[in-house]
Each structure stands twice: as C-alpha cells, then as structure tokens.
C-alpha cells in the first residue's frame, strides 16, 4: 500500500556516501514535508529527520535530507558499518500517513 | 525519558479479535496525536490509524477501516487498537508512535508487539 517509492537498496564501502530516494506525488511529497527513519533490524524505527531537512537533537550531521518537488533525497556520508539499516521516507496524504517501500543499506 | 510500551499482541486464529494497549511516560500524553504502525514479517512500514490528542479526529487506513477502532484514554495514558475480524494478513508487529500538535512526524516509537493470526 505504499505510495511512496524507494529504491530497494543501496550500498557503498566505509567513509563513502550514499543517497535514498523518495518519489511521492502532488499530494503527498509535493506539498508535504518529508520525515526520513532509521530501522536497525530487529529494532523499532528512529527519527532521523524531520520537516525535510531538520536533524532532532543527537543526530549527527552525517545525516542529511533535501526535497525538491514531488521527490525527496536523504544522504548519508562518511557512512560507518552501524549506518546499516533499512530507512523509510513518510508524509501525510490527507489526514492519512503514508510510508516509502524502504530502502536497506549495506556497508560493503 | 520519553517511554512507549504497547502490550497485547499474540496468536489469535482467523476471525477472532485482539486488543492492543499502549502505555506512555514521561511526557503529557493528551497533549499528543498517537498513532498504531505496523511491519508485517520481512515487509515495510504501514500506518494503520491515528487519533487526535483529544480524541476528535480518527483516521484509518483503507486495509483496516471498518475493523480496528483506535482509542484513547488520556486518565490513563494509554492508547487502543481493538482489532476485529483478524485475518493472516494482519500478522504483524504492531508500533504505536507519537505525533506532535500541529506535526507529521513521528518522534517517538515503542517496541512493537507481535500480532500472529493462524489457525
């Protein structure tokens, strides 16, 4: 039921960056901000950023988000073996939330 | 800190029904929306429902409208999710998360509690 579209997975070696993106419509991403989650396996999901760029209090700068029209973008840089995890965009559609299909990323 | 701890989950057989509970500490909880999430085995992130902080406004996903009714009790600081109908599809473990006035994030998640529906 996902509206929002993430690429399955991602990967890169230590100290590198990658990039996540979440494609949405009008209605959702285009007009709505962008919150980016951070789900280590086997765990509950983290707030990574907020309102499409804002980082909450203790999440390191490595952790970047952007959004330009109905397409959003989380980086990841300097990426270390514990940034593996799935990651998920989410927005509102209405009064309704909605979710990106998630993205995993591997530290080769 | 900020705690969420939900209870209730279990195995259940088809067509039968659960209750979910949601306990919060450590912040005003009628001052927040509240939500249920939940992750199927292997699978994403799906909301199911949210409820306003004063119990107002209700929405729910089409996959779970008609058969979850959300609640709240603000006395006590908890959170429902009266689940009816259950079918294999909603086998999953459920979240329930807050969502700040005038927000549309989640800031804070619980544990989750595992909901399997079998025969």
């Known amino acids: 039921q996902s509206v929002l579209t993430q690429p399955p997975s991602v990967s890169a070696a230590p100290g590198q960056e990658v990039t996540i993106s979440c494609s949405g419509s009008?209605?959702?991403?285009?007009?709505?901000?962008v919150s980016w989650y951070q789900q280590v396996p086997g765990t509950a999901p983290k707030l990574l950023i907020y309102?499409?760029?804002v980082r909450p209090s203790g999440i390191p700068d490595r952790f970047f988000g952007s959004k330009s029209g109905s397409s959003a973008t989380l980086g990841i840089s300097g990426l270390q073996t514990g940034d593996e995890a799935d990651y998920y965009c989410?927005?509102?559609?209405?009064?309704?939330?909605?979710f990106g299909t998630g993205t995993k990323v591997t530290v080769l | 800190q900020v705690q969420l701890v939900e209870s209730g989950g279990g195995v259940v057989q088809p067509g039968r029904s659960l209750r979910l509970s949601c306990v919060g500490s450590?912040?005003?909880?009628?001052?927040?929306?509240m939500h249920w999430v939940r992750q199927a085995p292997g699978k994403g992130l799906e909301w199911v429902a949210i409820?306003?902080?004063?119990?107002?406004?209700?929405y729910y996903a089409e996959s779970v409208r008609g058969r979850f009714t959300i609640s709240r009790d603000n006395f006590k600081n908890t959170l429902y999710l009266h689940m009816n109908s259950l079918s294999v599809e909603d086998t999953a473990i459920y979240y329930c998360?807050?969502?700040?006035?005038?927000?549309?994030?989640?800031?804070?998640w619980g544990q989750g509690t595992l909901v399997t529906v079998s025969s």
């Open positions: 009008s209605s959702t991403v285009g007009n709505n901000y």
């Open positions: 998360a807050r969502e700040d006035y005038g927000e549309y994030y989640f800031d804070y």
């Open positions: 309102d499409n760029s």
């Open positions: 450590a912040f005003t909880f009628g001052h927040y929306a």
């Open positions: 409820i306003a902080y004063d119990g107002t406004n209700i």
């Open positions: 989410g927005t509102w559609d209405g009064g309704r939330r909605v």
